[in-house]
């Protein structure tokens, strides 16, 4: 009997896989607490909503998930998000705000469901990594921004990257020297054991340290802002409290967004792991998952939830075999709600931004954005232009979108520019003139010594040939022929496709050229190119194709034989 596709990862569990397992689990929960703390910030919530969260969201994706060792909870991109989509809604309402947090993760959650159910797993291929390159750039870059202000004890400013940051430089001068101190001390320890100790929770440590110096110096009694009463026990189980179905469907298009996000996020991590532990990731499975996941975070008090790169690094890392670890994290999670809240109560608000911007630095990927600038060659940039460096521009557009107008926009900007881009690009293909060295047809633009025959021009296409370029590809090689051109041959090799429109082109071209007495022939076609402009030539004296270049000059007479 076949097994349910449910704990798939637990499916013939060996007993030498418990350890490996229960360290892991300990381990990631030691990264988890404190983030999930600081995540809850971001998001603008209560910090205990980011714990709330954690514990649902670790068991059902482990239930409906496909990867061994991702790890789901509150992540830095999905709660800034949700802070960008809840704060215009909920207006200065706390406990709006708060529910209207946990019913956006619900529609979240029933969002990926559907996604899952209906297998639209190939959303993610719509956001290119250029783009998710430059929206995390810019994500983090944010986030950052938003918790400089908690590290130097000075009142935000609203706005986006760039108000904020000239909020911070006006506001220097009341920088509150204890917090500056307890904020940088706690980033150089997340920073120097990240760096130096792999292995110790440096996140945990700085908590703990900063906890023990808040008891023993009385720092909230002098200035330092503190985390304050966090709830103790479990949270009520049901939908949120003042919602109505109204505020569900307003909700529903953001979360599409907050979901594609995630979803591209955790599939990049799992995708990562399973390929080091050779098994494979459904795609479908992970918006299934990633929806039970904040399905069930939202009916918990939470807020919206994702796959983690940095935790399932950690998970891995400590040797996870199984989804075992993820419950272990969710059960001591659930002791953390029950016995040691009152241990976070006085945790500075300088240490846990420290976290935070700890925890999303290394995002700030500029290498990665100078190794796209660096994609590019004068070849390129005589064909495309401007374009030639199309998934740098893309990134940068994402990047400076999220930074001037918030993150899903910004999203959506590099998104966009990337689909221009490429459709600038497919419409301006490059056209190039063949000349004969030895055996083969190259390109005359990157072999200037060569001469082709005055009275033969070889042209390929470099591109499927379709609506958006077709007068343009007309055009390139109507502009090739000269006076003493005779026979002009399309090399379509190299155009694996060609629509109706493209197809009218050639007979266009064809006629047109004959006007000049100048004969078109068609070499190399592939069966897709050959059949459709086979169809539109119905009633027309039909183009010759050739098996080769050779066999459609043939006929060309004297001088330099052709192959």
């Not at 000239?166 to 001390?185: H, K, M, P, S, Y």
Request: proline share 5%; with cysteine; aromatic share 6%.
């Amino acid at each position: 009997m076949r097994a349910l596709p449910i704990f798939t990862s637990l499916h013939g569990y060996q007993r030498a896989w418990l350890r490996p397992d229960v360290v892991a689990g300990l381990t990631v929960w030691a990264v988890l607490v404190p983030e999930a703390l600081a995540y809850a910030s971001i998001a603008g919530v209560p910090p205990v909503v980011g714990l709330y969260a954690a514990v649902p969201a670790l068991v059902l994706y482990a239930l409906a998930g496909s990867s061994r060792h991702l790890v789901v909870g509150p992540m830095s991109a999905t709660a800034a998000l949700s802070a960008a989509i809840i704060t215009p809604l909920a207006g200065a309402d706390s406990g709006h705000y708060i529910a209207l947090s946990a019913a956006l993760a619900i529609a979240t959650g029933i969002a990926g469901l559907l996604a899952g159910l209906l297998r639209l797993g190939f959303i993610a291929a719509f956001i290119s990594e250029p783009v998710l390159k430059g929206f995390i750039v810019g994500l983090a870059l944010t986030i950052i921004i938003g918790q400089v202000p908690k590290l130097f004890g000075v009142d935000k400013h609203d706005g986006n990257f760039f108000e904020q940051a000239w909020g911070v430089i006006r506001n220097l001068g009341d920088a509150q020297w204890r917090t500056l101190l307890i904020g940088l001390l706690s980033l150089v320890i997340v920073l120097g054991v990240k760096r130096w100790l792999p292995l110790v929770p440096g996140s945990l440590l700085a908590v703990l340290l900063g906890i023990i110096a808040v008891q023993l110096f009385g720092l909230d009694d002098k200035g330092v802002d503190i985390v304050g009463h966090i709830d103790a026990g479990l949270p009520s189980v049901g939908l949120p409290d003042g919602i109505g179905f109204d505020d569900y469907l307003d909700l529903l298009g953001p979360a599409i967004g907050v979901l594609l996000i995630g979803f591209a996020e955790g599939l990049g991590a799992a995708k990562t792991y399973a390929a080091k532990s050779g098994y494979a990731i459904d795609a479908n499975r992970e918006l299934f998952g990633l929806g039970a996941a904040d399905l069930g975070s939202g009916l918990g008090a939470g807020m919206v939830v994702n796959g983690s790169l940095s935790k399932t690094a950690v998970n891995g890392g400590a040797g996870a075999k199984t989804q075992l670890s993820g419950l272990v994290v969710a059960a001591l999670t659930v002791l953390t709600l029950l016995f040691l809240t009152g241990l976070f109560e006085k945790l500075p608000e300088a240490t846990l931004a420290a976290v935070v911007i700890a925890a999303v630095i290394e995002l700030v990927d500029i290498a990665a954005l100078r190794r796209l600038y660096r994609v590019w060659t004068q070849l390129l940039a005589s064909i495309y232009g401007p374009a030639a460096r199309a998934d740098f521009l893309a990134a940068m557009a994402a990047m400076v979108g999220v930074l001037l107008f918030d993150t899903l926009p910004g999203l959506l900007i590099g998104v966009g520019v990337s689909v221009l881009l490429l459709v600038y690009r497919a419409s301006q293909p490059h056209v190039a003139a063949l000349a004969k060295e030895g055996s083969l047809w190259v390109d005359t633009a990157r072999h200037p010594d060569l001469t082709p025959r005055p009275d033969l021009l070889v042209v390929r296409v470099e591109s499927a040939l379709f609506f958006a370029n077709a007068d343009y590809v007309k055009t390139r090689i109507d502009d090739l022929c000269t006076d003493a051109t005779r026979l002009v041959v399309l090399d379509a090799e190299t155009s694996p496709a060609l629509d109706v429109t493209a197809a009218e082109m050639l007979l266009d071209l064809r006629n047109a050229l004959a006007h000049k007495r100048i004969d078109f022939r068609i070499a190399r076609s592939v069966a897709q190119f050959g059949q459709v402009l086979g169809s539109a030539e119905a009633g027309d004296t039909p183009i010759g194709i050739y098996p080769t270049v050779a066999a459609a000059a043939a006929d060309l007479p004297e001088h330099p034989p052709v192959n």
